[in-house]
């Protein structure tokens, strides 16, 4: 018997108690050291006890409430079962960088995915509590409250938000590309947590995000709830958005942001 489509507003229910149990267990990891701490790709790409443990605490959580559901995760790879018609995306903690340094700006980002389409996400900032919630054609919320966007339609009055890569040649890269940019925008933010990157832009915090080198757990969460705020949300070019380049602007200010990323080759480089 084929599995039953399950329903968006229930998989936002379920990603929404694991991921607070989990930005409990981070928050309070935090507050007893930093431990454990290694890196991955190179040695500015930090991994802690806390992602490790926040990751398997909420695999878990979710095997627990639906057993036949995959989970892809950041530090653990893909889970067994594979081949079921959910998947969840997980960030144990986007921002780790910022954890190690005890800045307030990490996050636990958890998607749902149904057929390989995001259908609910959430992600909420352990350090602080705020906590964004999307599903698909339902809106974005923070905390309770719907998200429209930011509604700036002038490309030199926008503020922008991106990030930097681990690797120091593609940091250069990007370096160059803000150098062209940043002339056509009213000024450039870098938070360190692309998850929370994305909801700053949903709720109008920043009126525009764009970054090259993001995985599936980085934007998945984050992304839905910017595009049910109303931002577009894709690559460059009628690419979608993926490691070669998310980009989440209005309307208003998508075509002008993207035509100055090509022109600087913000999707090509290391």
């Known amino acids: 018997m084929a599995e039953r489509t399950p329903e968006p507003d229930h998989l936002l229910e379920i990603a929404v108690d694991v991921a607070r149990a989990a930005a409990r267990t981070a928050a309070e990891m935090r507050r007893a050291g930093v431990s454990g701490l290694a890196t991955k790709s190179t040695a500015t790409d930090a991994v802690t006890a806390a992602d490790r443990a926040v990751e398997r605490q909420a695999v878990a959580a979710l095997g627990e409430r639906r ?3 995959s989970v892809l995760g950041e530090e653990y790879g893909d889970s067994v079962p594979a081949g079921g018609r959910v998947r969840w995306i997980l960030d144990p903690i986007d921002g780790t960088v910022n954890y190690l340094y005890g800045l307030p700006n990490y996050a636990v980002s958890l998607a749902a995915e149904v057929d390989g389409e995001v259908v609910a996400g959430v992600v909420h900032n352990a350090a602080t509590g705020a906590e964004w919630t999307a599903v698909r054609g339902g ?4 905390d309770g409250r719907r998200l429209t966007g930011s509604d700036q339609s002038e490309l030199a009055q926008a503020l922008v938000a991106t990030g930097f890569g681990y690797h120091s040649a593609r940091r250069v890269h990007q370096a160059q590309v803000l150098v062209g940019l940043i002339p056509h925008v009213r000024d450039i933010r870098r938070f360190g947590a692309a998850a929370i990157d994305l909801c700053l832009a949903a ?8 970054e090259k080198g993001l995985n599936p757990w980085d934007h998945a969460a984050g ?5 049910e705020a109303g ?15 998310v980009v989440a602007a209005p309307p208003a200010l998508f075509p002008a942001l993207q035509g100055h990323l090509i022109r600087l080759d913000a999707a090509g480089g290391p």
Request: overall charge negative.
């Open 67 to 69: 057993p036949a559901d």
């Open 203 to 210: 709720e109008g915090q920043v009126d525009a995000y764009f």
């Open 139 to 142: 809106g974005a919320y923070r």
């Open 231 to 245: 931002l577009l949300v894709a690559g460059l070019a009628g690419a979608p958005a993926g490691p070669q380049m």
């Open 223 to 227: 992304g839905l709830v910017a595009a």
